[in-house]
Structures are given as structure tokens and as C-alpha cells.
């Protein structure tokens, strides 16, 4: 079994920046997919980004170029940084690590508790 354990939302201002945390325990990320995925009031999870193992990484597109994933295996950490928020950001923002590529929740096997973001116009 794995644990995730995400940190570091709050409510800010648009165009503030967060860094969000994913601390994994029970298991080594460096051997799984590790991704974001986020939900706002009464709307479904969809997919944020994703680091894999190979190095690779996937955006959505509403956050490209404004959202960055990275993976410290060392630490078994995951991090999500995000710049340039906007009111339409506001969600839960849940981390997942699964064993194969993928934007669909079913391809991730162990998730997090989710950290809330809310931004303010």
C-alpha cells in the first residue's frame, strides 16, 4: 500500500503562485506514475498533470505553461507548482500514483486526501 499526503493549498489572490506537495510513504515513487488531478465544487476530477518514469510529463491544457510537476524520488515527494492562478483554478487538488500512463482516474491506483486552492478575483 501506498500513502499520499498532499500540502501547501490555500486561498490567495489571482496570479499568486502555490507549490503543492504530495508526501509519499509505504512504497517508492520512483517506480510508479504520479499525477494531479483536481475537482471543483459540484464538478467532476480531471486531470491536472503527470510526471512519469521515464522522465516524461503531461499537461492539461488549461494549465500549461502556468503549472509545473516535478518529483524529488529521493524524498518521495511530488510537488506541483502553480503560477499565475486564476478564480477558475479553485478545487481540491488531489495527488494519485499509479502503474501506467494515463489522464483517466482508473489508471491511478492510490490517492490522496486533497489539499483545497481557492483563489479570490
Known amino acids: 500500500q501506498m500513502q499520499l499526503v498532499e500540502s501547501g493549498g490555500g486561498l490567495v489572490q489571482a496570479g499568486d503562485s502555490l507549490r503543492l506537495s504530495c508526501a509519499a510513504s509505504?512504497?517508492?515513487?520512483?517506480?510508479?506514475?504520479m499525477g494531479w488531478f483536481r475537482q471543483g465544487s459540484g464538478k467532476e476530477r480531471t486531470f491536472v498533470a503527470a510526471?512519469?518514469?521515464?522522465?516524461?510529463?503531461d499537461y492539461a491544457e488549461p494549465v500549461k505553461g502556468r503549472f509545473t510537476i516535478s518529483r524529488d524520488n529521493a524524498k518521495n515527494t511530488v510537488y506541483l507548482q502553480v503560477n499565475s492562478l486564476k478564480p477558475e483554478d479553485t478545487a481540491v487538488y488531489y495527488c494519485?500514483?499509479?502503474?501506467?500512463?494515463?489522464?483517466?482516474?482508473?489508471?491511478?491506483?492510490?490517492w490522496g486526501q486533497g489539499t483545497q486552492v481557492t483563489v479570490s478575483s
Open positions: 510526471t512519469w518514469t521515464g522522465g516524461l510529463i
Open positions: 494519485a500514483a499509479g502503474r501506467v500512463t494515463g489522464r483517466l482516474m482508473g489508471d491511478y491506483n492510490y
Open positions: 509505504g512504497r517508492t515513487i520512483s517506480s510508479y506514475v
